[in-house]
């Protein structure tokens, strides 16, 4: 088993020489931001508006949004992470890990999402199961945003007083107050348009990391021969090393990356995790709502580039990176690179990009919960039937608790060195079992309404058994953290499947009538939705944008394949 350094506190030494030039431009940026949150606030008139932006936003805004709340700081420092651990294989949870499953929300799942109405992904399964399904999927979101957002808070932190040398309280207060500030004063708008400013001022941050890096090594030549001489030459391909029986630095073969991380995860994060979803959701019409994910889909396939990169730089530059010897942890990579390379100015947009990641994932993940929690629990268990304006009066109660809940999570990540690790576990946890649930409802009409509930109990409780007991116990030896979720994520699907089959044989059916536009093969009147003026051109189309960006994805594999 992969041994790993206690805490993800990044090294000392990486104190940046940041000056009133580098302040100045994270100031401006945090006044834009309540700039929009002000903004947006006049757009809140009811719930609706409030928890998805009155499903009135055009489809390139959702789909930056939709990209940039997944393109949060633990994303960036998580796969410069798995790059400097792992080496190339990092292009998996992109190529094969994330484009494929895009698609198939675009073109499959969406239309049964936006066409039934439903403000979240757990009432999906309301419409198509029944109220304990519904209620466990809505608890098991609810309890996985919340500490998804702590991993966002708690690596602010320590980049924080680690690069700028405020205590981590100060880090998580002044974040935390933003980002509640916003989310609060304008809802989802609020935090869709600071998603849309946030992706280009993270691309403003990492593409200089980038060239500076390259240049630093001898381009991509002189890196990819310092790190073969360092870590032999599958650590510069895609699918060296992946035979099954073989080794590689990933613990993965070809079989569990395929299955475990191009199917069973990527299907399960990318078509159920409601923090991406709800974008597509906030869509003007059922074609915006198909686009946004697709749109999403091309700057994913070459993002991996800006985050890979520079952990494979950090790798070549000081041998064992990673490792106690070395002084660094992966998650240093990018930190270490900010101190080494980036002039004053530009060190101070590489900080505000950061920040702005862990505000967008936070965001993201808060603004999801407080969606779950305030229809899902509160408003259909708790208290129904009130007027509107409550329930927006609850969601901001309720996101100022998801903040301070967030807080109190954020610890749990300090076990893990390599924080992409610690995500892609709770993923496999919660994010799987709901996706074989989904899939096995949305194409097997026989799925019994208790079939729900159940499969995806199983499932969650199979994950966490592999997880815990089978491989942190020794059971059977796994490689790796990431190996260990491959596999965890497979048993949590298996498990889920074969319980809610074994179940459905055993329990009614519900009845073919109403389960027109929750199956596929039934159409819902929502889904004969006219294309808008102008949506209905060739280039909008949403099999040519979805297959295009598989094709494109597939082609990027072949320099690295060979």
């Not at 010897?325 to 530009?346: C, F, R, T, W």
């Amino acid at each position: 088993m992969q041994t790993v350094t206690k805490g993800t506190y990044l090294a000392a030494e990486l104190r940046l020489p940041t000056n009133w030039l580098d302040y100045t431009i994270l100031g401006i940026y945090f006044v834009v931001v309540l700039g929009i949150g002000f903004a947006a606030r006049r757009s809140v008139k009811t719930s609706l508006d409030f928890f998805l932006s009155g499903r009135s936003l055009p489809a390139w805004i959702t789909g930056l949004a939709f990209i940039s709340a997944n393109l949060a700081a633990t994303e960036i420092l998580g796969m410069a992470a798995n790059s400097a651990q792992y080496g190339v294989y990092t292009v998996h949870w992109y190529w094969i890990g994330a484009i494929p499953a895009m698609v198939f929300l675009g073109l499959v799942m969406m239309p049964f999402y936006y066409s039934s109405k439903v403000r979240s992904v757990p009432e999906m399964l309301l419409l198509r199961f029944d109220k304990w399904a519904h209620l466990l999927s809505s608890a098991l979101f609810a309890f996985a945003a919340i500490l998804i957002s702590g991993v966002n808070l708690y690596a602010l932190a320590i980049v924080v007083e680690a690069l700028l040398g405020w205590p981590q309280w100060v880090a998580i207060v002044v974040a935390g107050a933003f980002v509640l500030a916003y989310i609060t004063l304008g809802g989802l708008s609020s935090a869709i348009y600071n998603e849309v400013l946030q992706f280009f001022v993270i691309l403003a941050a990492l593409i200089p990391i980038v060239v500076l890096g390259l240049k630093k090594v001898g381009g991509w030549d002189g890196l990819t021969d310092k790190l073969t001489a360092q870590h032999g030459a599958d650590f510069t391909t895609a699918w060296g090393g992946t035979g099954i029986g073989s080794d590689n630095p990933l613990g993965a073969n070809w079989l569990t990356i395929v299955l475990g991380l191009g199917f069973v995860l990527s299907f399960g994060y990318w078509t159920t995790n409601f923090a991406e979803v709800q974008r597509a959701l906030s869509a003007k019409n059922l074609s915006a709502a198909q686009r946004t994910p697709l749109i999403a889909a091309y700057p994913k396939i070459f993002i991996v580039f800006l985050v890979m990169i520079p952990g494979l730089t950090a790798a070549a530059l000081i041998p064992g990176f990673g490792t106690p010897k070395s002084g660094y942890q992966y998650n240093d990579a990018i930190p270490y690179l900010m101190e080494q390379l980036l002039p004053n100015g530009v060190l101070g947009i590489a900080v505000t990009g950061l920040l702005a990641a862990f505000m967008a994932g936070m965001a993201a993940n808060v603004s999801s919960f407080n969606t779950v929690f305030t229809n899902d629990i509160w408003g259909r268990y708790v208290k129904r039937g009130r007027e509107d304006g409550y329930y927006v009066r609850f969601g901001r109660l309720i996101t100022v608790i998801g903040v301070v809940a967030s807080v109190g999570t954020a610890f749990l990540a300090s076990s893990f060195s390599n924080i992409m690790s610690y995500l892609q576990t709770l993923f496999s946890f919660f994010n799987v079992p709901m996706f074989v649930v989904f899939i096995i409802g949305m194409f097997w009409k026989r799925a019994s309404v208790k079939s729900g509930f159940w499969g995806l109990l199983a499932g969650t409780v199979a994950a966490m058994v592999n997880y815990f007991w089978i491989y942190k116990q020794g059971i059977v030896d796994i490689p790796s953290d990431q190996g260990a979720n491959f596999v965890s994520a497979i048993v949590g699907f298996v498990a889920g499947g074969v319980v809610m089959v074994a179940v459905s044989l055993f329990t009614a059916p519900k009845p073919a009538a109403e389960l027109e536009g929750l199956v596929y093969g039934t159409r819902s009147a929502g889904m004969s939705e006219a294309p808008a003026e102008g949506d209905d051109a060739w280039y909008r189309r949403p099999a040519l944008l979805g297959w295009g960006a598989v094709i494109l994805a597939a082609a990027c594999y072949i320099p690295f394949s060979f």
